[in-house]
């Protein structure tokens, strides 16, 4: 039902800044929650920030006043601004949307993936 394609990944340097873009397709994208999530080489994935349809948002502890989730639903994007980039954020990052069913409840996809590299 929902594609989701992400763009914006790359090789930065620590506290070097990187623009994360997520497009949806296939769905209500205003009704949708939306977010971000990592996953580093070994390590289970983990949640970075999400957004509501209403823009509510919710960060991890690692990435508080540092990231900055947000949304454009004339657009069907989602992006997360990174900045003061750290090593430890190197992972592959993923674009997640929900969609509410009748009888399943909600409903995750998820993009393809982006790698991110922070490293001198």
């Known amino acids: 039902q929902m594609q989701l394609v992400e763009s914006g990944g790359g090789l930065v340097q620590p506290g070097g800044s990187l623009r994360l873009s997520c497009a949806a397709s296939g769905s209500r994208f205003s009704i949708n929650a939306m977010g971000w999530y990592r996953q580093a080489p070994g390590k289970p994935r983990e949640l970075v920030a999400t957004i509501t349809p209403g823009g509510t948002t919710t960060y991890a502890d690692s990435v508080k006043g540092r990231f900055t989730i947000s949304r454009d639903n004339a657009k069907n994007t989602v992006y997360l601004q990174m900045n003061s980039l750290k090593p430890e954020d190197t992972a592959v990052y993923y674009c997640?949307?929900?969609?509410?069913?009748?009888?399943?409840?909600?409903?995750?996809?998820w993009g393809q993936g982006t790698q991110v590299t922070v490293s001198s």
């Open positions: 997640n949307g929900g969609v509410v069913t009748t009888t399943r409840g909600i409903d995750n996809y």
